[in-house]
DNA sequence: AGGCAAATTTAGCCCTATCTAACCCTAAAT
DNA sequence: ATTTAGGGTTAGATAGGGCTAAATTTGCCT
């Protein structure tokens, strides 16, 4: 099935909206994450279900079929292969990845992917701490550590996944010592959600605002494999 | 200026095809070189001549404009980056590098680019000995070398460019030592343009049809710097 | 000069992906 | 049971890239 790139970036924007399995992804969430109006997710979600690779239940949102699932997983396997291999091999700063992988997922070829992957020697998270799927596809198990808003204040714990696209935000993220594999230490959880936080062995401290926090997961050190 | 990669293509198709300064490149050459009609070419041109990438002169063809060297140039500096970098540090076969670069050459960041000719340390030549515009994308002067077809027959001569583009004749030729830098000694130059030559230190010895024969360049040793 | 074949352009159509404007559904509030 | 606000869908337009078939133009040959 030869697939545009913009379907591709359908696709992969459903898999990342729909949270339960069997939650339906709206016009509207669609048409915010990929910055285009309303009529033409709809017009693209017939052209989705025509193929089979989503289900849709006229104006109450769409699920990804297995087959467009797939197709989703391979679009992440390659966004977070490629983000990856730059900061690995081509001195990017986790900040500029995330731009240079959404074009370039949708252009490389299986056998560059496949090189990738080994001069990465298969690995299995991006620099952002997020899971790339494997080679076969198959649906990864849910993301590891929670977010931290639902952290207890005074909690120790170790940052898990970053997954703000932001390159603004991951600078400032980086420069107070917040990466994936950090000890940070909880001071305040806000009730509108406004996490204050320090990392271990920095004195300077962090506040996220919600929608930042919410893009990053930590474990307890005990969880923490 | 926003271009499509299709521009792109047609761009860096009229670049390799005109060989004089002012030598107009025909529709009917591009649409050769890109796989699509001729009504197709002429629709494309009209719109590179409206952005001013190329002069046109109705049934005679076209010459690029300084802006659409540019770009051409520019194109080409990618492509020719990106074989040398898949050769390199991924582990690609010379005859497979083409395929891969023809696509991703539009889709790379100049911040990509940037990266990337620092990891090869600015190379100056591709894997087959074409040489990569400087960033700067001035002109290159031209090519080293003279076609193979125009040695005299018991010269010994050293490759400088194998410019073709099929896997199955690179593979062939690699099989058979014919890449660049080796030295090569002619066997026979026969009055239909093919080449029979013979590579330093093996006994085999290769017959190259006149259009093989065409996209290979040599020089006698004592011009090789 | 006239005629003809080859190349090029024009005309008219298709498909994708996007937009705006207009219309229609759903679900919640009265 | 209505109303209504807030999506969602339909309709119609535009722009890019492509094709086939039908004119045109060129350039060469007689
Ligand atoms: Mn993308
Ligand atoms: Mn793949
Ligand atoms: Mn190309
Ligand atoms: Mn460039």
Redesign the interface.
């Known amino acids: 099935m030869m697939l545009s790139d913009v379907m591709e970036d359908y696709l992969k924007a459903i898999y990342q909206l729909q949270r339960g399995d069997d939650e339906r992804v709206k016009t509207s969430a669609i048409a915010e994450e990929l910055d285009v109006t309303s009529p033409t997710v709809t017009s693209m979600l017939e052209k989705l279900e025509d193929r089979s690779l989503i289900d849709r239940e006229k104006y109450r949102g769409v699920t990804l079929t297995e087959e467009g699932e797939t197709v989703a997983l391979e679009v992440v396997r390659h966004h977070r292969l490629l983000e990856a291999y ?1 900061t690995e ?4 700063d986790w900040s ?1 990845v995330h ?2 992988a959404d ?2 997922e ?4 299986e ?2 992917e496949a ?2 992957a ?2 990465l020697d298969e690995p299995e998270v991006d620099p952002h701490g997020s899971p790339i799927p494997s080679p076969d596809l198959e649906p990864p198990n849910t993301a590891v550590g929670n977010p931290i808003s639902e952290c207890g204040e005074g909690d120790t714990v170790i940052v898990k996944e970053v997954a703000d696209h932001d390159p603004e935000i991951l600078s400032y993220l980086a420069d107070h010592g917040l990466e994936p594999g950090v000890e940070l230490e909880v001071l305040e959880v806000a009730p509108f959600g406004m996490v204050t936080a320090s990392a271990r062995g920095s004195d300077t401290q962090v506040s996220l605002p919600e929608d930042v926090a919410r893009h990053i997961r930590v474990a307890l050190p005990a969880e923490a494999e």
């Open positions: 730059l091999h081509l001195d990017y500029e731009e240079e074009r370039l949708h252009h490389i070829s056998n560059f090189r990738v080994a001069a």
